[in-house]
């Protein structure tokens, strides 16, 4: 079986659905259950023998080492982790508790499990830890896109401790030989996303007939991925990738915030029409910058396309088409992440400025 943490998360989540439709082997999925972490997303497999969640924090030693112990995992997937920006910048410390201290802690459990194994189950374990472009910072409109030899150079706090998580995973490698892989991997966007990322934020903004805040001038430019296809090369790498290597992923879709606001307006015009014909733009806003706003990210993923034979599927028309489908005909799921710590949350983010 895999052990999979923060499984009950956007990308985590997509993964172990994704993982169980075409497979058979048994997931352990471990998450905190955050305030990003949804257990209604995990309800279709409520009676699948082959899931089981545990509720656990991956800064808890004791709780790490008895999951190894427990279900023997042949491989770790490790998604836990605060995700968004701008909490990063209201409240870094969450974010060097779980990024830092938590993929330290499931690393020391993991290497005093792989010490106790030997021969061939030695040698195929594996530890896939799931990072982000952001470590490698900001690039000008002209600079070459990110590659797996791009210096680090972080600029949120958020960025910073996974920056600091990958260093981590790779000096495990190189002192205790653990077979570390690292993915790098550009914005996701797809189902069961936490609407307080641009995409979903964007469309439950939309129909709820809210204002859509654009940071800034709207230029920043972000490289999108459909989740399906991260999962997807995620998959590969486990399987294919090797030992104590980094993989960029990316969808090569650069597109400026602008241009994506306008896009989801365009296809919620098409697909829900605004009562009264009036266009969904209608509704952008152009706010207060995020402080250190990266200007542009873009992936070069030709590596993971030589090595190991990965590409999307999707283009940033049909993922955003498919995305758009899914928020319209999952009312509840919205209904049911929309209520509660999350209202609170963007009273406090998106007040107005006095
Ligand atoms: P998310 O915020 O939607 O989910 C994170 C999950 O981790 C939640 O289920 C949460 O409950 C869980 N979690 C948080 N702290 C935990 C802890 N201490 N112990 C156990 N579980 C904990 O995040 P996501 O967007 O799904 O991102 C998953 C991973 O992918 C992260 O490591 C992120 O850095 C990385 N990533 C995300 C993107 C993106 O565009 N979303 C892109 C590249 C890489
Ligand atoms: O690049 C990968 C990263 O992508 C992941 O590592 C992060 O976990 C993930 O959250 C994402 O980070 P971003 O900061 O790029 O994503 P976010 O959706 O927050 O913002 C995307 C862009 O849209 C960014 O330039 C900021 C802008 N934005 C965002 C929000 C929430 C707005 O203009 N308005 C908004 O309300």
């Known amino acids: 079986m895999i052990l999979v943490t923060g499984g009950a998360g956007f990308i985590g989540a997509n993964f172990v659905l994704d993982w169980l439709r075409d497979g058979d082997e048994p997931v352990v999925n471990a998450d905190k259950l955050t305030y990003a972490g949804n257990a209604e997303t995990l309800a279709p497999l409520s009676s699948d023998e082959r899931h089981v969640f545990v509720r656990e924090d991956i800064c808890d030693r004791a709780a790490m080492d008895a999951l190894f112990s427990t279900y023997k995992p042949r491989a770790v997937v490790h998604f836990a982790a605060e995700s968004h920006v701008d909490r990063s910048i209201h409240g870094p410390g969450e974010f060097v ?5 938590g993929t330290f802690t499931l690393l020391e459990a993991a290497r005093a499990y792989w010490g106790t194994l ?5 040698d195929a ?7 982000t472009d952001e470590v490698f910072g900001s690039l000008g409109p002209a600079d070459a896109a990110f590659s797996e030899v ?3 150079a972080p600029n949120s706090p958020y960025s910073a401790s996974k920056a600091a998580s990958d260093h981590f995973v790779r000096a495990y490698h190189h002192t205790y030989g653990l077979p570390t892989l690292t993915t790098n991997c550009s914005n996701n966007y797809g189902p069961y996303q936490f609407p307080e990322k641009l995409i ?10 809210k204002r859509l805040p654009v940071y800034g001038d709207g230029s920043n430019v972000r490289d999108w991925l459909y989740v399906g296809d991260h999962c997807a090369a995620i998959r590969t790498v486990l399987a294919r990738g ?4 980094t993989y960029n992923i990316g969808g090569w879709n650069e597109k400026k915030n602008i241009e994506v606001v306008r896009t989801l307006c365009a296809l919620l015009d098409e697909l ?12 952008i806003e152009f706010v207060k910058d995020r402080p250190g706003h990266d200007q542009r990210y873009a992936i070069d993923a030709t590596k993971i396309e030589r090595e190991l034979g990965w590409r999307p599927a999707e283009t940033f028309e049909t993922g955003l088409r498919k995305t758009v489908q899914w928020y319209l005909d999952h009312a ?3 209904q049911g992440v929309t209520s509660g710590s999350y209202r609170h949350w963007i009273e406090k983010h998106y007040a107005p400025q006095s």
Not at 242 to 245: D, I, M, N
Request: net charge positive.
């Open 97 to 101: 508790q779980t990024n830092v201290v």
């Open 118 to 122: 030997s021969g061939a189950e030695r």
């Open 125 to 131: 374990f594996r530890f896939l830890h799931v990072s």
């Open 150 to 152: 791009t210096a680090y």
């Open 200 to 209: 979903p934020l964007t469309l439950i903004n939309a129909l709820a007939g």
């Open 242 to 245: 090797t030992p104590g290597e």
């Open 272 to 283: 829900r029409p605004a009562a009264g014909g009036a266009r969904y733009e209608s509704q």
């Open 332 to 334: 509840a799921w919205v």
